[in-house]
T-cell receptor
């Protein structure tokens, strides 16, 4: 149980375009989802916390107008990288938490974004 | 500032050998510590979780230890397999905080 999927698994886009990444909890309802970014050989860095039906809470230094997060349902959160630039190329990972277990985050498989 | 430091940064061992990865943290007050395995290009998968009162926890060939007094943890892998090649990440959560602190991970390569 507690499976989280992400789509797409990898995407290549041109500089200036926008890219949407989906994060789904497949077998549970996730009231809270988290979005992370991971650069090569670096740790996961929390970008934002997404609560269903409310605005996301962004970490310091993360531009909310550039990284749009929508958590419209209990099983889906989306991250849109707007006007992507090469420096946005990274590995984006989401995680979800079940209402019954606030301690555990279940991670998705990640999305590799390459901006040309 | 809460920090989690892992060592070594990378490690290469032969298949069948044992190895131990280290994690030192400054997160306080402490709630729990997790070890994750992250395969290349994949999301992290939880191996073990330990709270303040737990000294050791095993998951198959993986055994984690915790010394909350010295704020140190280790992950011991026994009889390594090729599939153990991955990044192992130590994650510590402080009491009262829902946002954990991630270590940079130790990259383990197991050679045949």
């Amino acid at each position: 149980g507690a499976v989280v999927s992400q789509h797409p698994s990898r995407v290549i886009c041109k500089s200036g375009t926008s890219v949407k990444i989906e994060c789904r909890s497949l077998d549970f309802q996730a009231t809270t989802m988290f979005w992370y970014r991971q650069f090569p050989k670096q740790s996961l860095m929390l970008m934002a916390t997404s609560n269903e039906g409310s605005k996301a809470t962004y970490e310091q230094g993360v531009e909310k107008d550039k990284f749009l997060i929508n958590h419209a349902s209990l099983t889906l959160s989306t991250l849109t990288v707007t006007s992507a630039h090469p420096e946005d190329s990274s590995f984006y990972i989401c995680s979800a938490r079940t209402p019954e277990d606030q301690e555990t985050q279940y991670f998705g498989p990640g999305t590799r974004l390459l901006v040309l | 500032k809460n920090q989690v430091e892992q060592s070594p940064q990378s490690l290469i061992i032969l298949e069948g050998k044992n190895c131990t990865l280290q994690c030192n943290y400054t997160v306080s007050p402490f709630s729990n510590l997790r070890w994750y395995k992250q395969d290349t290009g994949r999301g992290p998968v939880s191996l073990t979780i330990m709270t303040f009162s737990e000294n050791t926890k095993s998951n198959g060939r993986y055994t984690a230890t915790l010394d909350a007094d010295t704020k140190q943890s280790s992950l011991h892998i026994t009889a390594s397999q090729l599939s153990d090649s991955a990044s192992y990440i130590c994650v510590v959560r402080g009491r009262g905080s829902y946002i954990p602190t991630f270590g940079r991970g130790t990259s383990l390569i197991v050679h045949p």
